[in-house]
């Protein structure tokens, strides 16, 4: 649950005036809820995305996400900084400044996404961290086991379009699993953007782990998961998974 700044301890606002070269202004983020305090921080030193945690389960979010992003080269916002003081976990990342991404039909940002989804597919996931296909989603099909990194929730929120590409923030369910898993979990977002389930399967054929995967596995996964309507519309289709409420 998120926060007002003046839950944070003096302490705290210390530390992140010392890292930001003194006073300076907050706005905090319009979405996401996993840690209480979101926010750019505009100091003299320039801006800093800050997230903070006290709960248990938002410092053991905040703690995975932290070590996720520095796992990860290109696509997360770069960690500046991190501290801790009277219970809380405070961690400051490259700011990124630009607009959400247009995924509806048509939209030039579907190239961008193509570039950042196609690094993304060739990220192998180091080491052993990560949430497992079962842990992420609540069901397993071994067909999801795989090597490489998944963000999980690629909402066009998580999305950031730079003067460098697309950008990719919120790291919190990141993933090790097989590369379709990603675009089948995406499939929720291109219908959510205007696409017809047609379009949506048609713009997935661009990349080897989608046209490689069995349509019937494609089938299950779509029965487990549930029975909405759109779920429905995809699964007949053959093209994908909807996910589940998603967090950030």
Request: hydrophobic residues 45%; proline residues 6%.
């Amino acid at each position: 649950m998120r926060c007002d700044w003046t839950a944070l301890p003096e302490s705290v606002t210390a530390g992140i005036a010392e890292r930001v070269g003194g006073t300076f202004d907050v706005t905090s983020a319009s979405s996401g809820d996993h840690a209480e305090i979101a926010s750019t921080v505009t100091g003299p030193a320039g801006q800093v995305f800050v997230k903070a945690a006290s709960g248990e389960l938002s410092v053991r979010s905040l703690r995975y996400e932290l070590a996720a992003t520095r796992a990860i080269d290109r696509h997360p916002p770069a960690v500046l900084w991190q501290f801790e003081s009277d219970g809380w976990l405070v961690v400051g990342t490259e700011h990124l400044a630009g607009p959400h991404p247009d995924l509806s039909p048509g939209s030039r940002d579907l190239d961008l996404l193509l570039a950042a989804l196609k690094a993304l597919q060739e990220t192998p996931a180091p080491g052993e961290m990560w949430f497992t296909p079962a842990a992420r989603l609540g069901f397993a099909h071994p067909a999801m086991n795989g090597e490489t990194l998944i963000h999980s929730d690629l909402n066009p929120a998580n999305l950031i379009v730079t003067p460098l590409g697309l950008r990719i923030v919120d790291w919190a369910w990141a993933a090790k699993a097989a590369a379709w898993v990603e675009l089948a979990l995406l499939v929720q977002w291109l219908i959510g953007s205007g696409h017809s389930a047609e379009q949506a399967e048609e713009w997935l054929t661009q990349f080897p782990a989608w046209t490689a995967t069995d349509r019937q596995v494609l089938d299950v996964l779509c029965i487990d998961v549930g029975d909405g309507s759109d779920l429905e519309r995809v699964r007949t289709s053959g093209v994908g998974v909807e996910l589940p409420d998603s967090r950030t």
